[in-house]
C-alpha cells in the first residue's frame, strides 16, 4: 500500500492534489520510525488511543482498513475504495476535470 | 491413522530382528452408528481432515507455485459439507443436532448453496433462543435477500429477548440496504433505502443499547445512518477537525481547492 501512495504523491507533487490519512495506529512512538522508513510523507490525521475504534474512523463507520474517499476540488466526494490504478485514475479525472 | 499403524508394522526396522513374527491384529473400525449426532460429528470430522490435510500441504509447499497447487486440489469445499449436513438436520427439526449443524453451516459455509436456506430454518426452529441473536447478526454480510428479511423482521417481532429483537432488526436494516444497493429500478431503490433508514433509526431509539461485538447496536445503526446522509458519492464530505501525527490541528476543509484522497490507514 504504502509504496502506491508514495509514487501518486511523488508524481503529483506540483499539482492541486493532496492525500490525507486518517491514522488508527495506537502507539504512536511506535510509529515515528515507520514514518521515515516508509518515507510517509503525507500529512495524517490521528484517530486517538484508542485505535481502530477512534472518533474519526467511528464517525464515518469505517470497519476496513485502507478504506479510501476521494474528493473532487469543491469537497465532493467522487469516488469510495479505489485502490491502486483505479485511485490513480479517478485523482488523475478529477484534476483534469477541474483544470480543463 | 490407520495407514500410519500399518506402515510402523511393516516396517523391519520397528521390530527387533531376532523377535517373532508380529501378531496379526484385527483393526476395529469405529462402528457405524445411525444416531444423528454421530453422524454429524462425522460429517464435521471428515472436513477437518480434508482441511488439516490442506494446511499441511500448504505449509509444506516451498513456492507460490506450490502454494497454488495445494489451493486447488485440497482446500475442501464447505459447501459440500454443508449440503451433507444440511440433508442430515433436515430431518430432525428443533433438535439440538440441527442447532449444532445449522451453525456449522452459517459459519463455514454461509456463503454456499445451504447457507440462506440454513439461516431461514434456525430463525422459523429456534425462535427462542437468545443465542440466535448473533447468528443473525452474519445476515449483516450478505446474501441479502427478501426471504431472509421477511424472517428477520418476523423474528424481530416474536423473540421473547430483547437482545435478540434488537440484533433481528439491526439485521433487517442491513438487508434493506443491501437489497437496495442491487435494486436497478430507482423506485424500487429508493423505497428500500427508506426503510433502511427507518429501521436503523428504529434501532437506535429502541434497541441502542443491546451489545454488538465490543460496541453497541446504537453505535452500529448511527455509523450506517451517518454514511447513508453525509457519505454518499455526490454528497459533500463532513469536515474532520482534529490533530495531526505530531499533534497539530487542522481540517479537511483547509485542502478545499485541491482534489483529496482521504485514506484511512495503519501500520498492521
Known sequence: MFPHERSLVKRLSDQPFALIGVNSDRDLEALRPVLVEEQITWRSFWNGPEGTSGPIST?????????????????????????????????????????? | MLSCTALLLACPLAAPPDSAPAPRIAIVTT??????????EDIVDSYQEAYNEFVSAYRAASDDAGRNAARAE????????????LALVKEHPGSDVAWEGFNWIVGRAGNSASGPAAMLMMIEQFTDKEELGDVVLRTTRGPFNRDIAKALGNLAESSPHASVQGKASFALGMQYKGLSEAATDK???????????????????????????????????????????????????????AADLDGVEFKLTDYRGKVVVIDFWGNW
Request: aromatic share 6%; charged share 30%.
Open chain 1, 59 to 100: 464517525r464515518w463507520n469505517v470497519h476496513g482498513w485502507p478504506t479510501i474517499y476521494v474528493l473532487d476540488h469543491e469537497g465532493k466526494i467522487r469516488f469510495k475504495n479505489v485502490r491502486g490504478e483505479a485511485m490513480d485514475k479517478a485523482v488523475d479525472s478529477l484534476l483534469e476535470e477541474m483544470n480543463g
Open chain 2, 31 to 40: 462402528a457405524v452408528s445411525d444416531e444423528p449426532a454421530d453422524i454429524l
Open chain 2, 74 to 85: 485440497l482446500m475442501p469445499d464447505p459447501g459440500i459439507y454443508a449440503e451433507k449436513i
Open chain 2, 187 to 241: 423506485k424500487e431503490k429508493d423505497g428500500l433505502n427508506k426503510r433502511f433508514l427507518r429501521v436503523m433509526k428504529m434501532v437506535c431509539e429502541k434497541h441502542g443499547d443491546v451489545s454488538y461485538g465490543r460496541s453497541t447496536l446504537r453505535s452500529a445503526a448511527e455509523g450506517e445512518v451517518f454514511v447513508a446522509e453525509n457519505l454518499q458519492i455526490g454528497m459533500v464530505a463532513p469536515d474532520i477537525a
